[in-house]
């Protein structure tokens, strides 16, 4: 390419043949160019290799290679390209579109290409390789996890009792001292008088119990409070204080047929209404009926 843009310049620049033939090949298109430089006809011709070596050190000539690259391009980008790749990014950015030649695609192709693909290449490696490791742990997390949750259903049909609580909020009240389940316990097997628990007003046999009694035993007034469970009336008054729900959870079913029943099953099934209150039942749940007839309420004919 020197000789032949050497030829060229001989041709077009008339001065030239006899100081390119005293000067080496390597340095006559720069000494060429300085003189092209002032020469109105050198641009418009020789171009190719008197304008490669100057532009390189004078910015104005990059305009000249845009117009000139549609020709000339094969020639220049093989050394602007290493050159000007970090410096004149934004100067250097006008060639691409004029770069249709083979020749300046392939290099920056070729130098661009490499580092892309390896970063991607261990880019990917590293996720690739991660998620392959992960699989085996997440395994063993997933089957860990429902052995963990297949646990504790098993732990919770066998006692529903001691996992209830941690199901729901508790409602749960402070108790009075002396007022423990252990104490009402106690209660129940050494009471006072043998009418302590049943109440005052109710003869030591079991009776019974219109709708209208039990109404009667609403807990309000100085009386006592009664309940039904499965059809058998019991005095709540003297466990009133003992119930860990509260005095006012169990005076909502005093004096209630229905309502008492529905609100224990609803809050605590489990509790055996009939051990802890067995000693506090009064009597059995009849129609209005049944008792009409007879004075008062004739607790003997139950048994
Ligand atoms: C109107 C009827 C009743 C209502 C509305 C009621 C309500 C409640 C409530 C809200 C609690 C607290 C539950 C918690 O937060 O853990 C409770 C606890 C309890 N109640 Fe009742 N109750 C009623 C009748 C009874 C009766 C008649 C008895 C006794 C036979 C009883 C025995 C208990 C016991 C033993 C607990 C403690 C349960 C536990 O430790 O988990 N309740 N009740």
Request: proline share 14%; hydrophobic share 25%; with cysteine.
């Amino acid at each position: 390419y020197r000789n032949q843009s050497t030829r060229l310049s001989a041709r077009t620049g008339k001065q030239d043949p006899g100081k390119t033939g005293a000067r080496s090949p390597i340095a006559e298109p720069e000494r060429n160019d300085e003189g092209a430089r002032n020469r109105p006809e050198i641009p418009k011709v020789t171009l190719d290799g008197g304008e490669n070596e100057k532009n390189t050190t004078a910015g104005g000539f990059q305009k000249d290679r845009q117009a000139t690259n549609a020709i000339t391009c094969d020639t220049k980008p093989k050394p602007s390209i290493p050159l000007g790749m970090s410096p004149p990014s934004p100067n250097y950015a006008m060639p691409p579109p004029p770069r249709p030649s083979s020749n300046a695609k392939r290099k920056p192709e070729t130098t661009l290409i490499p580092p892309p693909p390896n970063r991607s290449s261990t880019l990917r490696a590293a996720p690739t390789l991660s998620t392959t490791l992960r699989p085996p742990p997440s395994i063993a997390s997933s089957l860990r996890a429902p052995r963990s949750r297949s646990l504790a259903p098993s732990t919770s049909s066998l006692s529903t009792s001691t996992l209830s609580p941690s199901t729901r909020p508790s409602k749960k009240v402070l108790l009075d001292p002396g007022h423990s389940p252990l104490d009402w316990a106690h209660l129940t097997t050494n009471p006072p008088t043998p009418t302590f628990l049943r109440g005052a007003d109710v003869p030591p046999q079991l009776i019974r119990v219109p709708p209208s009694a039990l109404n009667w035993h609403n807990g309000r007034k100085g009386r006592d409070a009664w309940g039904v469970w499965q059809g058998k009336v019991y005095n709540l008054t003297p466990y009133m204080k003992f119930h860990p729900g509260g005095v006012g959870e169990l005076m909502r079913g005093a004096g209630k047929v229905g309502d008492g029943e529905r609100l224990f099953n609803e809050v605590h099934p489990w509790v055996s209404w009939e051990n802890m209150l067995g000693e506090c039942l009064v009597g059995i749940l009849v129609s209005e009926n049944e008792v009409t007839g007879k004075e008062g309420n004739d607790l003997e004919e139950i048994d």
